[in-house]
């Protein structure tokens, strides 16, 4: 953990012999997902949280799955975990309740990674093994989840990033960020970067006047 600002020095939130990958808050913030990969047969944990001004805290962890289930993701309600898995021998976009109760959904069904909840409570997306977005649609009854056939949501194929997350979904669910393939003439290497820009607001208002 390492505060938004910049100050300050990271701090360790759990401990490990093994490397573990964060990937998921809970919606409100009180819950952490990682995975943690160690020698095949990786675990899929979540940790509770508290924040006070120190920073954030954490509690003990807890295994949510024991198996290899990476990507993990929090439904926008907390009730969900969307998640990958290689248990049928290609990797496959999942979903249990939160906490597990056993039950479990494939939504892919052509090999999927990286899911994203929709905001609005009614859609999952995922991204295929050839970087193409995919959405389903998904409607849940109790503790049952039911989701529609997988649909293209773009034709547009996405960058490679070497396994790396390359996609990912606005906070209002209404775009999504991705690392598009550059385009170049034929026998030409492609070059790929990817630009950030800090202080944007900050920024234009150095250059703009105020009331242009």
């Not at 773009?154 to 598009?180: F, H, Y």
């Not at 492609?190 to 820009?197: G, K, N, T, W, Y």
């Amino acid at each position: 953990m390492i505060r938004s600002d910049g100050s300050g020095k990271p701090q360790p939130l759990t401990q490990s012999k093994n490397r573990q990958l964060p990937r998921s808050f809970a919606p409100d913030g009180k819950r952490l997902a990682f995975f943690e990969p160690a020698s095949g047969t990786g675990k899929a944990w979540t940790v509770p949280l508290e924040s006070d001004n120190a920073g954030l805290r954490a509690g003990k962890p807890e295994v949510f799955l024991q198996t290899q289930a990476n990507a993990l993701s929090f439904s926008s309600d907390g009730r969900w975990m969307a998640y990958v898995s290689n248990e049928s021998g290609t990797d496959q976009v999942y979903v249990r309740a939160f906490p597990d109760k056993g039950g479990k959904w494939q939504i892919s069904n052509r090999g999927g990674t990286w899911p994203m909840w929709s905001r609005n409570g009614r859609e999952l997306f995922f991204e295929t093994l050839d970087n193409h977005i995919m959405v389903a649609a998904y409607a849940v009854k109790g503790d049952s989840f039911a989701a529609d056939k997988p649909r293209v949501w773009s034709e547009k194929q996405l960058g490679t990033s070497g396994g790396r997350k390359n996609v990912d979904l606005a906070p209002d669910g209404k775009r999504i960020v991705i690392l598009m393939r550059v385009e170049t003439e034929q026998g030409q290497k492609a070059q790929s970067h990817v630009i950030f820009l800090e202080n944007f607001v900050d920024d234009v208002r150095r250059k703009v006047p105020v009331g242009k």
